[in-house]
């Protein structure tokens, strides 16, 4: 099979590709039979188009409109008892095919609105910056800039987005890469943070949030061979505050997702493996909540198929009520023959 992937180069990740090639086999391994979703999980569809493709679900995000996931996006809904009710392909006119999608995806807080990274690349975030609009399912670029990685709504004129910089070979210190502060209505955009992330987008997106009351944002630093970095960044002040948070770093576990609950009094995560989608991964991840007021970590057991494989969870969000989370999934390199999960969206529905 192809895989994609991310090579070091200088001091920051270029594209690459190379053909994994399996050795011939006198006999075929016996199928594999996953065990039962555990009860406390929702593996959302990846079928579409009358079960003819099957969709790469990384992303989540949950909102009072349903739960929106990609590539290619899609919207669910579910009822009190997580059934689904709807489940449809959104027919966005944006050029999603092989190698061209989406995978940072934000919700504003009045689901009207997405923002999505359009990226050329099949295992980053690293593109241009579109707005969706829900009521219509009409697109706007917002900014052609395309080394963009994530970006969350601000208030409904005002959005913060993290861009890696000017990627060049002569420019490995990047003095343009950071947190931009850029209002729709009049196109401006303004530095707030210079922040290099020096894994580059082998960290797959930059998973920083915007707190509750808009006074600051949560930075995961992220680098090579070391645990992340997490701190937060005063908007006003422009003070830094570093929370002394532990994160497991065995087997290039150095990728790290926050996002705040709605009062602030929570961080939830998902410290993962560098290259985790498409890449060549070889740990699972950890998926848990952090106490802003004690920076105690609970872990969370959100592995659907424990006894048969690891599956990476990635990029996990908070449901309405707060009561469960959504998030998106891949797999390790090691994964069985016949391996079908990963690459699914889940549900968790108590946060036990």
Same mark, same amino acid.
């Given at each position: ?8 180069? !200088? ?6 590709? =190379? ?42 995000? =949950? ?15 579910? $009822?009190?008892?997580?059934?689904? &009710? ?5 027919? @966005? ?5 092989? !190698? ?6 934000? /919700? ?12 050329? =690349?099949? $295992? ?5 910056l579109e707005e969706v609009s829900l009521s219509n ?21 005002? #959005? ?7 990627? &060049? ?9 950071g947190y931009y502060l850029f209002i729709k209505s009049?196109?401006?955009?303004? @530095? ?17 949030? /915007? ?12 680098? =090579? ?15 830094? $505050? ?8 065995s087997n290039d576990r150095w990728c790290l997702y926050?996002?705040?609950?709605? $009062?602030?009094?929570? #961080? ?25 007021? &004690? ?58």
């Amino acid at each position: 099979m192809m895989r994609s992937s991310f090579g070091h180069f !200088g001091n920051f990740w270029i594209a690459g590709s =190379w053909l994994l090639m399996a050795g011939c086999s006198a006999s075929l391994p016996p199928p594999y039979n996953p065990p039962p979703t555990p009860a406390n999980m929702v593996l959302l569809p990846r079928a579409f188009n009358n079960g003819l493709d099957e969709g790469m679900y990384y992303t989540a995000v =949950w909102s009072k409109s349903g739960i929106f996931a990609t590539n290619p996006p899609r919207q669910y809904n579910i $009822d009190s008892s997580f059934k689904i &009710t709807t489940d449809s392909v959104l027919p @966005l006119p944006l050029p999603f095919m092989p !190698g061209l999608g989406v995978i940072a995806m934000r /919700i504003d807080p009045e689901a009207k609105h997405l923002l999505c990274i359009l990226t050329p =690349w099949p $295992d980053v975030s690293l593109g241009r910056l579109e707005e969706v609009s829900l009521s219509n399912l009409t697109t706007t670029l917002l900014l052609s800039d395309t080394n963009i990685s994530s970006a969350v709504y601000l208030s409904d004129d005002s #959005i913060i987005y993290y861009t890696y910089g000017s990627i &060049t070979d002569s420019n490995h210190n990047r003095s343009d890469a950071g947190y931009y502060l850029f209002i729709k209505s009049t196109g401006q955009k303004q @530095l707030l943070l210079h922040h290099l992330s020096n894994l580059g987008p082998g960290e797959v997106l930059n998973g920083f949030d /915007i707190s509750p009351d808009h006074s600051k944002i949560i930075v995961p630093s992220v680098g =090579w061979n070391r645990a992340p970095i997490v701190f937060e960044f005063n908007l006003k002040t422009h003070e830094q $505050d570093t929370l002394p948070i532990p994160f497991n770093t065995s087997n290039d576990r150095w990728c790290l997702y926050l996002r705040y609950n709605h $009062d602030g009094s929570k #961080i939830l995560y998902s410290s993962y493996p560098i290259q985790a989608i498409e890449g060549v991964p070889n740990d699972g991840s950890e998926v848990g909540i952090i106490d802003r007021a &004690t920076l105690q970590k609970h872990v969370l057991n959100t592995n659907p198929y424990p006894d048969a494989s690891t599956v990476i969870c990635l990029f996990p969000d908070w449901s309405p009520d707060e009561r469960s989370i959504v998030y998106g999934s891949a797999v390790v390199v090691s994964e069985p023959a016949g391996q079908v999960s990963g690459y699914q969206a889940t549900i968790l529905k108590t946060l036990n």
